[in-house]
């Protein structure tokens, strides 16, 4: 188990994917680390991925889609969210809304929030992005 991260302690964090392989890691981390964690899921069986946390007041679950400009902006701007891990999965063809749409809400809340994402599209995605963005690798 690794050592409390008191950088985390009462800080919000904005996840998507969290019921995934590795957005659940993620999740549990941050809730041991005392972050208040904002999730949004996409369906009632990932709300479910939640249900312990939830119970116990250390997750707020928002239920939306990452390519609803709205609702992600409204959880950023309700939850005065510090920092963001985008680990929802990429749509299998075409460009990844759901990406581009999460960097947009983020830039008008607040340009300067960090951004971690699973899988950039492309190089080019992290050079150009409207904020502070950083890929996870594993």
């Known amino acids: 188990m690794p050592q409390a991260d008191d950088r985390w302690r009462g800080r919000r ?3 998507t994917g969290g019921a995934g392989f590795f957005g ?3 999740v549990e981390l941050l809730v041991e680390f005392g972050a208040e964690v904002v999730g949004l899921v996409r ?3 990932s709300a479910a991925a939640f249900a312990r946390h939830q119970l116990a ?3 707020h679950i928002i239920h939306g889609r990452t390519e609803d400009l709205f609702r992600v902006h409204s959880a950023l701007a309700v939850h005065d969210v510090q920092a963001v891990f985008h680990f929802a999965a990429a749509e299998p063809i075409g460009q990844d809304r759901g990406t581009t749409t999460l960097l947009e809400a983020v830039r008008r809340f607040n340009p300067r929030l ?3 994402v699973a899988q950039p599209a492309d190089a080019a995605s992290i ?4 904020v502070p963005l950083g890929a996870a690798r594993f």
């Open 43 to 45: 369906s009632r069986t």
């Open 13 to 15: 964090v904005l996840i």
């Open 57 to 59: 007041g250390k997750i």
């Open 24 to 26: 659940r890691a993620v």
């Open 114 to 116: 960090p951004v971690v």
């Open 127 to 130: 050079i150009l992005s409207p």
